[in-house]
């Protein structure tokens, strides 16, 4: 398995307080990204970066923020929880230099605002 | 419309039958075709990858990818209780930041 540890694995937080999520990996991959998945829309990118510093939004990007300070870690801050934003969040690594374009992903964070 | 539907069933077979799963798009700029299996309560993982067109093979697992339709097919034969799970098909351009999922297809194979 590709090492990437997502903390927390499981949060319920209140409507309004911030929350962040944090994806550490030791693969030395340049892209990681941030996905939500919910039912019936699959999985739906958040940010991505392509490099420290270097971010950049998805389609689904309101509400959300990074910041990756460290090649190993991508940080996805919630600045206000909402209850639109209680999904199952994954981080994604994937290294452009490889022949193909496969990601591998976390196992995952199980966010409730309630 | 999405750029990628992909009926999510769910679907159920009998052990030993043949699976098919499909996925069609919109967007013709997709040059690279996915297929991720995801078992409950984890991440997905990678099970086939194929560029442009035609067909590619692994084991029991058969992924076609018809890009003059936007069509693209996973085939599961001889199909085992351990190949239940979700299957999303998953397309990119040149980038994986472009990457676009379908909703997924739950599977279950009863013994």
């Known amino acids: 398995d590709a090492g990437i540890t997502q903390s927390p694995r499981h949060k319920v937080t209140e409507t309004g307080t911030p929350v962040t999520l944090r994806c550490h990996q030791t693969?030395?991959?340049?892209?990681m990204y941030w996905y939500r998945q919910d039912p019936g829309h699959g999985l739906r990118l958040i940010h991505y970066?392509?490099?420290?510093?270097?971010?950049d939004k998805g389609e689904v990007s309101d509400g959300y923020s990074v910041s990756r300070s460290k090649t190993e870690d991508f940080l996805l801050t919630l600045e206000s929880a909402t209850s639109s934003q209680t999904s199952v969040y994954f981080c994604?690594?994937?290294?452009?230099?490889?022949?193909?374009?496969?990601?591998?992903f976390g196992q995952g964070t199980r966010l409730t605002v309630v | 419309q999405k750029e990628v539907e992909q009926d999510p069933g769910p679907l159920s077979v009998p052990e030993g039958a043949i699976v098919s799963l499909n996925c069609t798009y919109s967007?013709?700029?997709?040059?690279?075709f996915m297929w991720y299996r995801q078992y409950s309560r984890k991440g997905p993982e990678l099970l086939m990858y194929?560029?442009?067109?035609g067909n590619k093979e692994d084991g029991r697992f058969t992924a076609q990818v018809d890009k003059s339709s936007k069509y693209i097919s996973l085939f599961i034969r001889d199909s085992q209780p351990s190949d239940s799970a979700t299957y999303l098909c998953?397309?990119?351009?040149?980038?994986?930041?472009?990457?676009?999922f379908g909703a997924g297809t739950r599977l279950t194979v009863k013994p």
């Open positions: 994604a690594i994937s290294d452009p230099e490889a022949l193909n374009t496969e990601a591998f």
């Open positions: 693969e030395n991959h340049r892209y």
């Open positions: 970066s392509y490099g420290v510093k270097d971010t």
């Open positions: 967007n013709s700029a997709f040059q690279y």
């Open positions: 194929t560029y442009s067109s």
């Open positions: 998953a397309m990119s351009g040149w980038n994986n930041n472009d990457m676009r």
